[in-house]
Structure formats: structure tokens, C-alpha cells
Nanobody, 118 residues
């Protein structure tokens, strides 16, 4: 199982970026998918998650600016980030919770850097 993330980069404040993540080489069902981020010196925090039936949940800090979506047929989750702020600067990680029999296993992507300059 691999989570292949793409997108990210550098942008000025107020700009937009889009992150994508595809889960490959899996025969198991995927429950929640989501995006987390970690800034230097900080713990990893949830940014947005989306359930298998499409219900999203967002961190308060990104509500109204970020939109998470998923395509179950493609095992893909995306994060549209608008009105970016310097405090959004972090390494962003995609996550997928795989249902392996009766056990749920969390898998992580490699991380992609998002840098927002003021």
C-alpha cells in the first residue's frame, strides 16, 4: 500500500494551492481519508478529514478556506486550499484508514511542503 501525494509548493498570502493523494496497491476498503500538517516545532495536527460517505470535518483554523473532497473510485483525496495564510506553512501529510479485516490501520503519505509568504 502506498499513498502518493502531489501538489504543494510556494505561494503568497491570499493565494491557492491544491493537494492530491492517491492510495495505490490496496485490496482493502478505505474508511476516513484526510490531511494533516506539521510545522517546525509543532505537533502534527488534523487539517481536514472526510468519511467514506463524503462527510467532511475541518480544523477551526481552516474552515471556510479549505475544501476536502474524495473520489472513492480512484482512491483519491484532495485538498483545495484558498486564502492561504503564512501560518498555513507546514509539511502536509495525507492519511488513509484502511479496513483490514476487523482492524483499522492508518497509512501515511510522504509529506509535501506548503510555504505561504506574506
Amino acid at each position: 500500500v502506498q499513498l502518493q501525494a502531489s501538489g504543494g509548493g510556494s505561494v503568497q498570502a491570499g493565494g491557492s494551492l491544491r493537494l492530491s493523494c492517491v492510495v495505490t496497491r490496496t485490496l482493502w476498503g478505505i474508511n476516513d481519508m484526510g490531511w494533516y500538517r506539521q510545522a517546525p516545532g509543532n505537533q502534527r495536527e488534523m487539517v481536514a478529514v472526510i468519511s467514506s460517505d463524503g462527510r467532511p470535518d475541518y480544523a477551526d483554523s481552516v474552515k471556510g478556506r479549505f475544501t476536502i473532497s474524495r473520489d472513492n473510485a480512484k482512491n483519491m483525496v484532495e485538498l483545495q486550499m484558498d486564502s492561504l495564510k503564512p501560518e498555513d506553512t507546514a509539511v502536509y501529510y495525507c492519511n488513509a484508514d484502511l479496513q483490514v479485516g476487523s482492524v483499522e490501520i492508518a497509512k501515511w503519505g510522504q509529506g509535501t511542503q506548503v510555504t505561504v509568504s506574506s
